[in-house]
């Protein structure tokens, strides 16, 4: 009996000292662990405080731990920087918020013979990056008269604080109601030939000039009109251009005309006596969320705030949308958003590195996060990071965001010891070159991905 009791006590001892060096193991490895992101810490530090790079602009970093809910490491994150396309986050958190599932295609109602629909905005009609809208096969297998109802609002093609020279810039498309063709001409450049155009019915509008500055090979379009004008010379094998379309009611009623061939009409009776009571879906919401974040459409941007704006309001007008998410869902951000376009382009749009990580994390909350990663740019790999922050294994998923002398990168980062951690990375009024900039970038996140 005795016997068995010094065993037992042994075993007991025995055990307790495992356990012992168990816990010292542990307490050990958190030590080394703290001292690791200490020292990643202070180096990041001085790399902001020292380095050429980021010496002269003005940076900005918080990276945050949705898990603890700590923040882990932040440097001017409650300042204010131009946050570019950074913006389309918060579009995104508004479509997920507003949206639902599929994109409102257009409104209609019957009546009599005459089937009068209006625009809510829908970006996918004839848009050859996006998935094949309902609309077209619905127009066509109609009989009714087709009557389109030009949008009672007030809203300016243009956003506030947008470059006004940038107007025929790919990347400044007007906002409208109803958006045909992505809202771009296509230029299609052979040799010296006139070049081809898409929609057709431009094809009279581009006419040839004695070159005046043989360095531009792009065409030009008229400030207020469709009419536009290109220089003659080699541009070598298939180079395209794409122009924003200058719209009108008229335009928009041609456009579809041709597009369906049959009449459409602008309807001219007084909307306040149609209910626009149906509603045609047309393609999956994230089909338009992924094109949006991966290569930054600015056209879908501005279009998901307008889509928004009709669904909360019944008017098309970004303003409506931004108040209403700012009202209802961004209440709790560190610092108030200073908001004012969907895209990015506007140079009025003011947010802080601690408001984006908070906004991630809000976006975080919206959806799985296999699926958010599949909309989102993944580091090496995928839309505007396919070229940067390279690995074997992507461990960035985010939105960048670049304007003259602006760039920021805001999303998720994936440690090597197998956190996801959330990040703001932002950057203004820095005079080096943006890819010197993404290297020094390249270097801090760098360290996150290795030693937290």
Not at 50 to 67: M, N, T, W
Not at 212 to 228: C, D, G, L, T, V
Request: hydrophobic share 35%; net charge positive; proline share 4%.
């Amino acid at each position: 009996m005795i016997y068995i009791f010094i065993k037992s006590l042994r075993s007991a001892i025995d055990s307790s000292a495992i356990v012992s060096r168990i816990g010292i193991f542990t307490v050990s490895l958190l030590l080394t662990s703290c001292s690791a992101i200490k020292k990643t810490n202070k180096e990041i530090e001085t790399d902001f405080t020292e380095s050429r790079i980021f010496k002269q602009g003005y940076a900005g970093f918080a990276l945050y731990d949705p898990v603890s809910k700590k923040m882990l490491y932040t440097h001017n994150a409650d300042k204010y920087f131009t946050p570019a396309s950074n913006t389309k986050l918060f579009t995104l958190f508004t479509g997920l918020k507003v949206l639902g599932d599929s994109v409102p295609a257009l409104k209609y109602t019957i009546k009599g013979d005459s089937l009068i629909f209006k625009g809510t905005g829908d970006p996918s009609f004839l848009n050859p990056d996006l998935p094949e809208s309902r609309v077209v096969e619905f127009l066509n297998n109609n009989d009714l008269k087709l009557f389109y109802a030009p949008a009672a609002y007030k809203e300016k093609h243009l956003g506030p604080g947008w470059a006004w020279d940038d107007y025929d810039s790919y990347y400044s498309s007007e906002k409208i109601d109803f958006p045909l063709y992505g809202n771009l001409i296509e230029l299609q450049f052979h040799d010296y030939a006139k070049p081809e155009v898409t929609p057709t019915k431009f094809q009279d509008s581009i006419k040839l000039v004695e070159a005046f500055s043989p360095e531009n090979k792009y065409a030009q379009r008229k400030i207020s009109s469709n009419k536009m004008e290109y220089q003659k010379f080699n541009r070598g094998d298939n180079f395209t251009q794409h122009i924003p379309i200058k719209y009108s009611n008229n335009l928009i009623t041609e456009l579809l005309s041709d597009t369906l061939n049959k009449k459409v009409a602008i309807y001219k009776g007084d909307l306040k006596d149609l209910e626009f009571n149906k509603t045609l879906y047309s393609i999956p919401a994230d089909s338009i969320y992924k094109r949006m974040m991966q290569v930054s459409d600015n056209f879908i941007a501005e279009q998901i705030m307008l889509m928004a704006a009709d669904k909360i309001s019944d008017t098309l007008k970004t303003g409506i949308a931004i108040d209403y998410m700012k009202e209802n869902h961004l209440k709790d951000l560190p610092d108030e958003p200073m908001w004012y376009d969907g895209s990015g382009l506007s140079r009025y749009n003011l947010f802080t590195p601690r408001s984006m990580v908070k906004l991630v994390e809000k976006i975080e909350m919206e959806m799985p996060k296999e699926r958010l990663f599949n909309i989102l740019a993944a580091g090496g790999a995928s839309g505007t990071l396919k070229n940067y922050y390279k690995a074997e294994t992507p461990y960035i998923y985010a939105k960048t965001g670049t304007l003259k002398n602006n760039h920021s990168l805001s999303g998720f980062i994936i440690t090597k010891s197998g956190k996801t951690l959330i990040f703001s990375f932002m950057n203004s009024n820095y005079t080096v070159p943006t890819s010197e900039l993404k290297k020094g970038m390249t270097r801090i996140l760098e360290q996150v991905h290795n030693n937290y």
